[in-house]
């Protein structure tokens, strides 16, 4: 009986795993399911841009007040030796300094390291930067977790700008990678753009609460956890340490030339202008709003989260109008700039915290109405004027946002001191509104064709590399149509320009000729 029973349970434990081994087979076709595989990479890469900025916003209502129990410390350990107060004293004076000098540390980096980290990614592809990104990342939040001086800290702050720099571009460039089809493109960029907001403007309220009940370190070991978990999803998705053959990779264009190319320079400048207010105002706007309307430390904490709301307004609108008329993509850009710039304006007129949260909104969703239309712009760009490989372009939009963040620590409290809050605002405004009409030098974008290279012939033999497996399915998939960069120009069954053969277009050219 025994052995009958030892028999039935060994039979039962042997179907188990046989259904166990078939649901795994399942899930594992499943995911080579490329519209399956392209959405959980989407996931992957929208909680690494989340979690870059929480990281970076969560520290704002942890960080002065740590700095200032720091020196406090520091003040009883003076007088306990009784020693001089004079080294301590200018300490003290130097605490905004150093404060500023902190936050901005990270831009710092991440501007310094792009150009390097946009060429690294289009030698070796987005996956293993991505990887390396996450666990630069991990390792910053862990050490900020247990950092006790000023020194660690700013370590871990530039060496989360290191993280940044291959973890934001090789995410944002996978996503113009897998998403070909340019209405595709632009809900996938809205997707991640609505992540980062939400990551900047969460961040505040979820360290300043866990700070307060729960002490230091626990924002950012739950921070840690989950960019750890997102690591490990990555490893089982992506698989980017497989065997397989990179050496085939198109090789993409370099990035000194892309940053000549002038479409590309007027799109950097406009994400870099349009950034400006967000980022030279989160520094100066919570002593303004201490010294003009007395405000609480709830409502300077809860100053931007309002914001959120109009942020994915603005793109979801975006992503819908630029489906239905992709060829005003400069448009949507330039009444974002003029949005940002008349709500930079406002804002020193407001007299209580609920007035301040309308220009605040408007800035938001200017904000985003430019980053919507213009970041697939700039892989459109790439498709049609140089090589589709993503790395290069989306390093320069990083340092694009880096110059922003990199300046607003330092040089906005000295504007703030020598001009004044009210001169800030109105000098951002200015500039935002005058920046929009340069816009219009993109107008035509929309009517450029796809280059007819040399890679699109090898793309006629069968994919050869990592980047060229989903332009292949998508070249299956439908014989006649659109070009899948953009929808704006005809080709035939062959891939051919349909302009090609009035002489529109230069085969030995080394991008498109425009009409």
């Known amino acids: 009986m025994e052995s009958e029973g030892s028999t039935g349970l060994a039979k039962s434990a042997a179907v188990k795993l046989s259904e166990m081994g078939e649901r795994t087979k399942q899930l594992g076709t499943a995911m ?33 007040e740590y700095l200032a129990d720091l020196e406090s410390e520091q003040e009883h350990a003076y007088k306990a030796s009784h020693l001089n107060s004079s080294a301590f004293k200018s300490n003290k004076d130097n605490l905004d ?39 630069i990342m991990f390792l910053s939040t862990c050490i900020f977790a247990f950092a006790e001086n000023y020194g660690t800290l700013f370590f871990a702050r530039s060496l989360q700008g290191l993280g940044s720099a291959f973890a934001d571009t090789s995410g944002i460039a996978m996503i113009a990678d897998k998403y070909t089809e340019e209405a595709e493109r632009s809900r996938a960029l809205g997707i991640a753009l609505a992540f980062i907001s939400f990551g900047s403007l969460v961040a505040p309220p979820f360290g300043g609460v866990l700070y307060q009940f729960a002490g230091k370190r626990v924002p950012f070991i739950v921070l840690a956890c989950v960019c750890l978990a997102d690591g490990f999803l990555l490893l089982t998705v992506i698989k980017p340490f497989t065997n397989r053959t990179r050496e085939n990779m198109p090789v993409g ?5 892309l940053m000549i190319d002038p479409y590309i320079v007027v799109v950097a400048g406009a994400l870099t202008v349009c950034n400006i ?41 975006t992503v819908k109008l630029a489906a239905k008329y992709p060829n005003l993509q400069w448009f949507y850009g330039a009444l974002g700039m003029v949005i940002i710039g008349a709500s930079s304006c406002v804002v020193p007129a407001c007299k209580t915290f609920g007035q301040l949260m309308l220009p605040l909104c408007g800035i938001c969703f200017g ?25 290069s372009v989306y390093a320069i ?40 009409p340069t ?47 953009g929808n704006c120009v005809p080709i035939d069954e062959n891939g051919l320009d349909a302009f090609r053969e009035h002489g529109s277009y230069s085969e030995e050219s080394s991008g498109p000729e425009y009409s």
Not at 253 to 257: C, D, E, G, L, Q
């Open 439 to 485: 816009l219009l030098f993109l107008r035509h974008v929309c009517q450029m064709k796809p280059s007819y290279s040399e890679r699109n012939v090898l793309l006629e033999e069968g994919p050869q590399g990592l980047y060229d497996t989903i332009k292949m399915e998508e070249r299956k998939s439908k014989k006649k149509g659109f070009s899948s960069a």
């Open 277 to 317: 207010p967000l980022a030279f105002l989160e520094p100066t706007i919570a002593n303004w709003m201490t010294t003009t309307m007395h405000a609480s430390e709830s409502e300077v904490g809860m100053t931007w989260l309002p914001a959120f709301f109009p942020h994915v307004l603005g793109v979801y609108m």
């Open 367 to 391: 904000i985003a109405l430019v980053d919507t239309a213009l970041l697939p712009t700039l892989a459109f760009l790439v498709d049609v004027r140089h090589v589709s490989v993503y790395g």
């Open 97 to 135: 300094v150093q404060i500023g000098v902190l936050f901005a540390s990270k831009a710092i980096l991440q501007l310094l390291v792009n150009p390097f980290t946009g060429t690294f990614i289009d030698r070796v592809g987005y996956d293993i930067p991505l990887l390396i990104g996450l666990t």
């Open 32 to 64: 080579q399911d490329p519209n399956r595989q392209r959405r959980i990479i989407l996931v992957i890469v929208c909680v690494a841009l989340l979690l870059d900025n929480m990281l970076y916003m969560v520290i704002v209502p942890i960080i002065p």
């Open 253 to 257: 264009t370099p990035i000194y030339r």
């Open 397 to 436: 939009a990083d340092i694009s946002y880096s110059v922003a963040y990199a300046m607003g620590p330092i040089v906005a409290g000295q504007i703030v001191h020598n001009l004044g809050f009210v001169q800030l605002n109105l000098g951002m405004g200015l500039v935002n509104v005058l920046y929009a």
